[in-house]
């Protein structure tokens, strides 16, 4: 933990920005810049302080009068020392003045040359563009944002840095893994780096989609994960063909979906809504030969929305189509609970004289009942994942742990993943069927306890909780959403049954059938206006394929039932 008083925690996350930046790409900076690295590194009392408050804040320009600096006394003798060491800069053009300025400057600045008052503030400022002397405070500018940008990046791995990791590291809340860095930068040299810097400049300014397409070219050479534009791009595209076809254009709409596909994204991704151009523009055929070519290659959930608009254009033109295995699909259960009322957007229901969403109201009934149920979604698989594959996170895969500091490889959580470390994976999975997930979970948490691990939240639930999980569902269905996960990434978690019922004695709720069973469930709830997402029947099929107790619970009012 950092010492020193609460307002030293801002330079010592500069320093941390700073050094981390340095370690993983200085390579690639010029003399200039590693001089301004220095010379960062070099401040100390209230100019040091100053700096790290004014080059963690969102805006460049500042008025030194207005300014009020946590910890700094004499903020004029610290911007002084700053302009001095050439990391701040007095030179702010006016036009930028005034593109920063409040309403009230900006009033004040008209009232002096005479110019009207009135109007939105961006009348305002349209009257004082191209005038100078309208202000006489002294504004100064952050020099170097640009770099000081690009090493935040490189040390957060993000476009838009989160700047909480130290804070919670200097609170004792995390710790990071100690590992060996693979060698190898971000970059193969600094026009790589520079090109790609563009890229995510132009990502998070917004562009076109002719302009998204020409970046998207270059992708190959841009660092995975977190610090690709590229996901950008892609939506940016994908909204424009949108617009192309809400507005009569299906032709050009899918020339849009097609440059994707030529640029590497999954044709089974596009082919569905490839498909809907050709039937905006009556050609049923070439809708339904594009949906035929698709589905072989189609992931799960893809392949129901295929499936279902093949099958209705195979009728509409009268053709042959070969349908798909059923998949399989939960029991069905209907509870009863007292419905609360809510916003509309979410619905309460009653337990225990307290107005809960549907999901806490299950899992109250299923406490008062006598069996304890946790979510089931997403970060509760992903906190498995992380602690049955830890050891498999920090082997040298060539690039993928390009410095220290990190809370797993650039490609954990997506297919890659396990195709990078094919043997070491599969000894993890024939470890969980032979029934040794509980005591790799416990030896994971002894050893990596509060580290900073990729997937997992340590305050979820109790080590000996997340041991339970994993002996209560068992070695097959351990193994069989761990399998999911590493083939098709963490994204598809999301799919999961909300909850998970922890194995229990038997018990009775007011539903039908009333009797829960002793061993774990996986439940999905759906209340009345609720319907289940493809997503989650191709998660019912694997879990029951697996051997799990699968179940949809259906919430309802008392005075809604009906039997049959």
Known sequence: MTEGAPVAWAVADLHEIVDTGLMRGGDLLTDEELAVCRKIRALSGPAALAYARLSGRKGTVFVVEDLALAGVDDVEGAVEALVTEGLLASDVPWDVRAAYATVDALKAGCRRLGLPLGGRRDLLVARLIGREGWDDRRWVRVVHRRLLDRLARWTFLRLEPDRSGPVLERMGVITWPVYTPTPGGFFRDRAVMLDWEAAVEAAIAGTDAATSLAWLDRRAVWPEGGLSPARRFVETVLIEAQAREQAG????????????????????????????????????????????????????????????????????????????????????????????????????????????????????????AGREALHGEGTLWTTLFGLLFADTYFLPVPGMLPARRLSGPLDVGRRAYAVRRAEAVAEVREALRRGEGPGRIEQAAMKRARQALAGVSWPLAPVERLVRIARDVGPAVLDAVMGRLLEEGWSVSAGLPDLLVLAGPEVRLNGHPSRVQPGALFVEIKGPTDSVRDAQVVWFDRLVAAGARVERWDVVAPECVTFK
Request: hydrophobic residues 40%.
């Open 249 to 368: 254009d299906p032709s050009g709409a899918r020339s849009l979906y097609d440059a994707l596909v030529e640029r590497g994204r999954p044709a089974p991704t596009l082919a569905f809504r490839v498909a809907r151009t050709y039937e905006a523009e009556g050609r049923p055929l070439d809708a339904l030969a594009a949906l035929r070519a698709a589905r072989p290659a189609s992931d799960p959930v893809e392949r129901l929305q295929i499936t279902r608009a093949e099958r209705r254009l195979a009728r509409a033109t009268r053709t042959g189509y070969a349908p798909e295995i059923p998949l399989r699909t939960p029991a069905t259960r209907t509870v009863r609970l007292v419905a609360a009322g809510g916003d509309g957007a979410r619905p309460l229901w009653t337990v225990g004289g307290e107005s809960l969403p549907i999901e806490a109201a299950v899992v109250r009934l299923l406490a008062a």
